[in-house]
Every structure is written in C-alpha cells, then in structure tokens.
C-alpha cells in the first residue's frame, strides 16, 4: 500500500485543505494514482473534504510518488489525455522488452 496526500488549492491558489488514502497501485505506476484522484474527483468524493465539493486544484504527493497537479480549467482534459498515451507507451515498450 501506498501513502498518497492530497493537498487542494482555492481557484486563486490559496491552500485551502489536505487530505490522504491508501492506493494499491504498484510502484511506477503513477499515472495509474493520477486517475484514482481524477475518478474521485469526477464522483466528488475527494479524501479530507466533504463529499460532493471538486471545485478545488489538487496537488498529489506521498511516499514514493511523483507530485502531480490536476488544474480546475481545460488542461485538465489533456493530462488525462497524456496519462492514457504514457500508460499504451509504457505497456508497448513493457512488451518489447518481453521479445527480447
């Protein structure tokens, strides 16, 4: 298991709160923990706020784990993007190193 913090940021960029959970996500498998709080974020139900509140900038630390920040405009529809085509790009190179 792995310790991920959550710290969430006011659209002004004021620190607002923090919050933590518990991933089973492997280790390198970031971008995996990325989509967690992005899933949690979608079902408004974000560790250390009151359920249904997502209107916050999300910053993700913890042990072992790259930082990473979720942004409240349109941006946020391209890291999703982006985390897609690392993931098919890590598996495609997991493959070929496999043929070897």
Known sequence: MRNVELEYYKPSGKYYSGGSYESSVLPYHDWEIYAEVREMK???????????????????????????????????????????????????????????
Not at 58 to 82: A, R
């Open 42 to 100: 979608k079902e408004k139900k974000l560790p250390g706020l009151v359920e249904g509140c997502d209107e916050f900038h999300i910053l993700i630390t913890g042990s072992n784990v790259v930082p990473h920040l979720i942004l409240l405009d349109e941006k946020e529809k391209v890291e999703v993007d982006l985390d897609s085509l690392a993931k098919q790009l890590v598996q495609h190179l997991v493959k070929k190193l496999e043929e070897k």
